[in-house]
């Protein structure tokens, strides 16, 4: 089993940056692969950024590649989302998710699940 801790939501303002942290225990926090999802209102989960288990490839959604930097510091067992020039349609609830393997796309693939952070960008 894994436990996933997330935090560093908040609201701000658009253009603002926020870095969401998540913190990890229980398992062996290297020999996973790690993402973030967001769900926001009156929409589908989906995904927003992944890392694979040494950090060493990552994957964007095309929404918010070249503004979200997803990283990790398996020291600390924890990974991090960077977000700068924040939107609108960032708000969400931002959720961390960890799966054994390769990294992916599909929510439905991750197998541990963080309880979410709140992300609201005001205009």
């Known amino acids: 089993q894994v436990q996933l801790v997330e935090s560093g939501g908040g609201l701000v303002q658009a253009g603002d940056s926020l870095r969401l942290s998540c913190a990890a225990s229980g398992r062996t926090f290297s020999s996973y692969a790690m993402g973030w999802f967001r769900q926001g209102p009156g929409k589908e989960r989906e995904f927003v950024a992944a890392i694979n288990w040494s950090g060493g490839s990552t994957g964007y959604a095309g929404s918010v590649k070249d503004r979200f930097t997803i990283s990790r510091d398996n020291a600390k067992n924890t990974v991090y989302l960077q977000m700068n020039s924040l939107k609108p349609e960032d708000t969400a609830v931002y959720y961390c998710?960890?799966?054994?393997?390769?990294?992916?796309?599909?929510?439905?693939?991750?197998?541990?699940w963080g309880q979410g952070t709140q992300v609201t960008v005001s205009s």
């Open positions: 998710a960890a799966r054994y393997g390769s990294m992916n796309r599909e929510a439905s693939t991750y197998g541990y």
